[in-house]
């Protein structure tokens, strides 16, 4: 475990949710460079309302506490800025664009980084030859060029298109909410081979996930169980092990445990 | 009513015509023809906002602006020389060889109340095409007609296209030109015999202030097949009236539209299918999208009659509103008089889709370019049945000319 990266990412006391729904109530987290964290806890826990507010999605409220992104304020930037200063998040709902081809938007992300970074836009054929080198570690075919975003593809080639994505862009804060639901098992691995794949000093991956499974594969530095909004335990991989085999009624029935 | 400004534009129409008259093609058959046309649409005028086919058009628009006999339009063609089967005439020659087979073949101007372009463009008839297609031809290239109304003067053109049993063809036509001080009318007749194919890609590129109402008709016997790909991509107003008969058993229709009005522009489109014959087929699918004060209307009405037993009908109608000053009315309508049918429709109406949107900026596109993408999209699912590469590429251009950040886009094409 690394404890020397700089800090990417730290929440205190982020009460958010929809108008009329408390759904965060004062969560704390700090993500340090260089690490992977899990993040665990029932359904309706808060977890992918975190991912969405970490990412930007409209129709959220925050009604308290703050988010730091590399030491500027995440909330105040446009989901858009965000993902240009390395925040990526990889959907759970990927959605299917029809008429916008998979490279076109790979390619035009990848530009909007690169532009603002002050970097010229990248030559097309060195481009194409980067994503069929990605695509070949995530097992994905040919066909995939030529589609359009996510248009027809099955629960699991939306998710390793995600990751696709993710490993093309080489995010500095990698958000991976419930990325493993809804994959076989051989799809599991290819999507943690991606995700390790992506295991860098300078980078931060946090991953949402309701089942143990996905840390067969990976090897968080932390894991933390979100429950009601708030992080109840943070421990090592082995917190989900217990987690597996006591299920999440033994975090909840533990007050103050964290 | 004497200071009525239509009756005093067809006044002044009629006073033209009369003169031009003697001149015009076709021998007694059609002068007759167009004689009648004249005092009918003198008796019973155009329509008005009070039909329900016609009341969302912009009709201040239309009054505005003079009805001047045809003065002619600079015609392009382009077709592979010499096909062996395939006859091509401007619409006078072929009126003066055989204006009484041609008077006998289409038929005149309906009783309804709504005919009245049809007959502005029946006492004018004299300028257009004359296309035949032999019976078994099939002819392997696209045949591209380019009408290019003058600046000037308005001109009301006719297009006849005549397929023989088994004929195949790919018509593709491309309206451009005209201006904002006149009304310029069309009329298209459709003969489809027995067994035979058409694929026709029709491309409304006329210039932001002209106004135009284009008129179609098509008769589509046993088994044929008719195709049309229907792009209403410029002009001040422009409204299209439709009628595609599934007259014989087995007959097909498909139609694919999209319509892109900004600015001030209108579109309007009315298409009628009628389902006449047992085991008739149509599918029909408009895409329509509105920004600025844009408006347009899609009305569909489909037609199962008594005899079309067996028939199977889908009707689709998608809606894109991107501003809050634009209007899209769609409105389709199913009439069935028979039992043992198949018919579907639907119609949406609404802005894009927030998901798609924030998919987009998630990835770190900007929101002008993320709207500009995905209205792009839209179209692009309408676009992609145009087979004939230069032509799909030229409408991709003109889609993507009235949207946000078309650098970006123009890397979709």
């Given at each position: 475990m690394s404890n020397n990266g700089a800090t990417i990412l730290r929440i205190e006391n982020l009460h958010a949710g929809i108008p009329g729904r408390k759904i965060l109530k004062g969560l704390n987290l700090e993500v340090r460079a260089g690490e992977m964290h899990a993040i665990m806890g029932p359904n309706g826990s808060g977890k992918s309302t975190l991912a969405s507010v970490l990412a930007g999605r409209p129709g959220y409220e925050i009604t308290a506490g703050s988010v730091t992104y590399l030491g500027q304020d995440l909330l105040a930037m446009a989901p858009e800025e965000r993902a240009r200063q390395g925040v990526f998040l990889a959907f759970q709902y990927p959605v299917e664009i029809p008429g916008v081809n998979n490279v076109y938007l790979l390619k035009a992300a990848y530009n909007a980084r690169r532009k603002h970074r002050g970097e010229p836009e990248v030559d097309a054929f060195e481009f194409l030859e980067l994503v069929r080198g990605k695509m070949k570690l995530m097992g994905m075919n040919e066909s995939f060029l030529s589609r359009g975003v996510n248009e027809g593809f099955s629960g699991g080639e939306k998710k390793r298109n995600e990751v696709l994505q993710m490993t093309v862009l080489e995010p500095t804060l990698a958000l991976l909410d419930e990325t493993d639901s809804g994959l076989d098992i051989d799809a599991l691995k290819v999507v943690s081979q991606g995700v390790n794949s992506l295991r860098d000093p300078s980078r931060a991956i946090v991953m949402v996930t309701h089942?143990?499974?996905?840390l067969d594969h990976v090897q968080p530095d932390q894991v933390h169980v979100l429950a009601d909004g708030r992080i109840l335990r943070t421990g090592d991989r082995t917190l989900a092990l217990e987690l597996e085999r006591r299920g999440y009624d033994w975090v909840q029935a533990a007050p103050g445990a964290a | 009513m004497k200071s009525d400004p239509r009756q005093h534009a067809l006044n002044t129409l009629a006073e033209q015509l009369g003169q031009l008259s003697p001149g015009l093609p076709g021998g007694s058959a059609w002068s007759a023809r167009r004689h009648q046309a004249l005092q009918r649409l003198l008796a019973e005028g155009l329509p008005d906002k009070r039909n329900e086919n016609w009341r969302y058009l912009d009709w201040a628009e239309l009054d505005r602006r003079s009805l001047t006999a045809p003065a002619g339009l600079h015609g392009g063609l382009a077709h592979p020389p010499g096909t062996p089967g395939l006859e091509i005439l401007p619409l006078g020659e072929a009126l003066e060889r055989e204006g009484e087979r041609l008077a006998a073949l289409l038929p005149l101007p309906g009783s309804e109340s709504d005919t009245g372009f049809d007959l502005l463009a029946e006492a004018s008839t004299g300028t257009g095409w004359w296309v035949r297609v032999a019976a078994g031809v099939e002819v392997g290239e696209p045949l591209q007609i380019l009408h290019q109304r003058k600046p000037d003067a308005p001109s009301h053109l006719r297009v006849i296209i005549e397929l023989g049993a088994g004929a195949r063809l790919h018509l593709i036509e491309r309206f451009a030109g005209g201006d904002g001080e006149v009304l310029s009318v069309q009329a298209t007749s459709l003969f489809l015999a027995d067994g035979s194919a058409l694929q026709h890609t029709r491309l409304f590129e006329c210039s932001g202030e002209s106004a135009l109402v284009d008129q179609l008709e098509a008769s589509v016997e046993r088994d044929a097949r008719y195709r049309q790909a229907l792009f209403m991509l410029g002009g001040r107003v422009l409204r299209s009236s439709q009628r595609l008969r599934l007259r014989g058993r087995g007959a097909e229709a498909e139609l694919d539209g999209l319509f892109v009005v900004d600015g001030q522009r209108q579109a309007d489109l009315y298409t009628v299918i009628d389902h006449e014959g047992p085991q008739t087929r149509s599918r029909e699918r408009v895409h329509g999208v509105a920004s600025g004060r844009g408006r347009a209307a899609f009305n569909g009405r489909i037609l199962v009659g008594p005899?079309?037993?067996g028939s199977d009908s889908s009707q689709t109608s998608r809606n894109l509103l991107l501003s809050p000053t634009a209007e899209i009315n769609a409105r389709p309508q199913l009439e069935i008089l028979t039992d043992e049918v198949k018919c579907s429709h639907g119609a949406t109406t609404g802005s894009l889709d927030p998901d798609q949107l924030f998919y987009l900026l998630s990835r770190g596109i900007d929101p002008e370019t993320a709207r500009g993408i995905l209205t792009y999209a839209f179209c692009e699912d309408v676009v992609g049945v145009v087979t004939d590469p230069a032509v799909r590429r030229r409408i991709e251009e003109l889609v993507a000319g009235q949207?946000?950040?078309r650098d970006l886009i123009q890397e979709l094409l």
């Open positions: 089942y143990q499974r996905l | 005899a079309a037993a949207l946000p950040d």
